[in-house]
């Protein structure tokens, strides 16, 4: 059977300059930067671009003059990805650009991210803000396996030492940091000290997709799309999150979202664990890399903090969300998808890992009730 995405090949990604706050600009006008670099990387003339993904497709179509041109909205990252390689593989367009940003909505309690607080009486009520609702998750693990604060504290010294050394992040030249310094921050939401968490922050980026035929002729290496999949479990941030949570398929719990999504995305790339050089993961705590881990399969279920100690595989190796940048909702999904293609191109700045073949990148986690997934590599599918 012909592999769904044989024909397609991501030749551009951007990062704009990330920040904590970006004055002069707007989520769209960051994002249309974000949207003109990838452009540049990957060699390609506006006047190409035949579709837009992008929560502003409508208005990136208008201020680049591309209609007429096919546009779809969306605003999650990895599916935005797929949604772009889906209209290549199916000849509805050739090139298609991806680009999102966030710029001037820290406005209110500008610690806390905008979209993490829904007005909803399932978790307003309870003072389940995002950091309460990932800690349930979190705990729940701690007790059924015994994981802890300094296992969870292993990861976020490593995440943010990848963003010390990362001149793009927001958070560079902040560290290093120790598992104890992490452990001294001031607890949020138990497990969670502050240093746990996910940061807030500015920035814009972008993708462009094409055929394979059309990356033949272009300057950069291109990058492929192995496999990918997507769980949910509900409507993020609106209900409180149950470790135990299942429903009509009953075989996997909440706690483990995405175990379905990786096993579908395995499945199609014909690879295992083992075939993975790094994981770009989402970190919005330090809990969820454990966590994925065990979910994806890279270990047994409870020996995801023992393994993250082992250090055997690389990830998040840009800073994430703690350290990089956690840019509206989607660029800082999308900017995962980035770090995968610059490890597999060979073009990271910094924590660059040798040989790297195949990337896993992931987006959301237990709390949000939701995990997407996609294996991008060197190789042709």
């Known amino acids: 059977m012909t592999h769904p995405y044989r024909d397609v090949a991501i030749v551009g990604v951007h990062n704009t300059q990330q920040a904590r706050q ?14 003109l670099g990838a452009l540049a990387d990957a060699g390609v003339d506006v006047h190409d671009v035949d579709a837009v993904v992008s929560q502003f497709a409508q208005e990136l179509v208008l201020q680049l003059r591309l209609g007429p041109s096919t546009r779809v909205l969306n605003m999650l990252g990895i599916p935005s990805v797929l949604d772009a390689a889906s209209l290549i593989a199916e000849g509805r367009a050739e090139v ?40 349930l998750m979190a705990r729940r693990h701690m007790v059924m396996h015994g994981t802890t604060p300094e296992q969870l504290a292993t990861v976020a010294m490593r995440i943010r030492n990848h963003g010390h050394a990362n001149p793009q992040a927001v958070y560079f030249g902040r560290g290093p940091f120790t598992t104890d310094d992490i452990l001294a921050s001031r607890m949020v939401a138990d497990p969670f000290h502050l240093l746990d968490c996910s940061m807030t922050a500015e920035g814009g980026c972008g993708l462009v997709l094409t055929t394979a035929e059309r990356a033949a002729d272009l300057p950069g290496t291109p990058v492929w799309i192995l496999g990918a999949a997507s769980d949910s479990f509900g409507p993020a941030y609106q209900i409180a999150p149950a470790w135990d949570m299942k429903h009509h398929r009953g075989d996997i719990p909440a706690g483990y979202v995405g175990r379905r999504a990786a096993k579908i995305a395995f499945g199609t790339a014909g690879l295992t664990p083992a075939d993975v050089d790094t994981c770009e993961f989402y970190d919005p705590f330090s809990f969820e890399i454990i966590r994925q881990f065990e979910a994806f399969g890279f270990c047994g279920d409870g020996e995801g903090g023992a393994f993250v100690e082992e250090g055997s595989v690389p990830f998040t190796t840009d800073g994430g969300t703690m350290s990089f940048s956690h840019a509206g909702i989607n660029a800082q999904q999308i900017q995962r998808v980035i770090r995968g293609v610059e490890q597999v191109r060979g073009s990271c700045a910094t924590s660059q890992v040798p040989d790297c073949e195949v990337a896993l990148c992931s987006n959301g986690g237990s709390g949000a009730l939701f995990n997407d997934v996609v294996l991008v590599g060197k190789e042709r599918p």
């Open 96 to 135: 298609v650009l991806i680009a999102a940003g966030g710029a001037g909505i820290y406005t209110d309690r500008s610690a806390t991210a905008p979209w993490t607080r829904p007005a909803n009486e399932f978790v307003v009520g309870y003072g389940l803000f995002t950091a309460a609702e990932f800690a």
């Open 22 to 35: 970006l004055p002069g600009h707007t989520s769209s006008t960051i994002a249309m930067e974000g949207a």
